[in-house]
């Protein structure tokens, strides 16, 4: 499989030999017994399996984060400048694709595990949208991504600093993780597990 790491104006992203798992530092609170909502944008499906998975373990609701145009095919050429993801991730940052707004008591939620494929380096600009639209404020947090290998650290970041009032916590790549790597995933943030 190729492997990428971060991007240029340029060049997108380019192979990389070593890529690394990367993560936050930050306090690790416990969360035990949470409602979990499991929120996720998934393009072409690998996301949504992690999400899948990790709404089973955690007995936590499962939601589509849906945009109101689906991303065409043509988007998964990420070298062609001309797609619509490539343009909104290189537009401004305030880009909002609309999303449908279809979540039922986002208030209801402790923990949301909040999932998306890396998309230039970064966060889909729909996961933003999806912020804007729900108020989280207070809320525990957890980013989770997959990726041709770029690690989670720059789009956490970017998304810690867009929304300074949510508790984040510490996030994670989780292609190719197994079970009991998801089980002691969930576990070291303090969620129960079934
Ligand atoms: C538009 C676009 C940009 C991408 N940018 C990156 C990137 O910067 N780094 C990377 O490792 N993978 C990148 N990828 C690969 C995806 O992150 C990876 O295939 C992900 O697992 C897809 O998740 P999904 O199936 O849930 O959409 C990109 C894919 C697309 C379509």
């Not at 060049?11 to 416990?30: G, I, K, L, V």
Request: aromatic share 12%.
């Amino acid at each position: 499989m190729a492997v990428f790491t971060g991007c240029g104006k340029d060049q997108p992203y380019a192979p990389q030999e070593n890529p690394q798992e990367d993560s936050q530092e930050e306090a690790q609170t416990q969360v035990k017994d949470a409602k979990v909502l499991v929120a996720f944008f998934s393009f072409t499906g690998t996301t949504k399996s992690a999400a899948t998975k990790l709404a089973g373990l955690t007995d936590g609701t499962l939601y589509l984060i849906e945009p109101e145009t689906p991303y065409g095919s043509e988007n998964s050429n990420y070298y062609d400048k001309s797609t619509r993801a490539y343009q909104e991730q290189y537009g401004p940052a305030s880009v909002r694709p609309a999303i449908k707004k279809t979540l039922k008591d986002a208030d209801g939620y402790d923990i949301v595990l909040l999932g998306f494929p890396i998309w230039y380096g970064k966060a889909p600009r729909v996961v933003f949208s999806f912020l804007d639209s729900y108020s989280f404020k207070g809320k525990t947090v957890v980013p989770f991504i997959t990726s041709g290998s770029t690690g989670i650290s720059s789009a956490a970041s970017e998304l810690k600093s867009a929304y300074h009032d949510i508790s984040w916590k510490t996030g994670d790549r989780l292609n190719d993780k197994s079970t009991e790597q998801l089980k002691s995933w969930l576990e070291s943030l303090g969620i129960k597990v079934k």
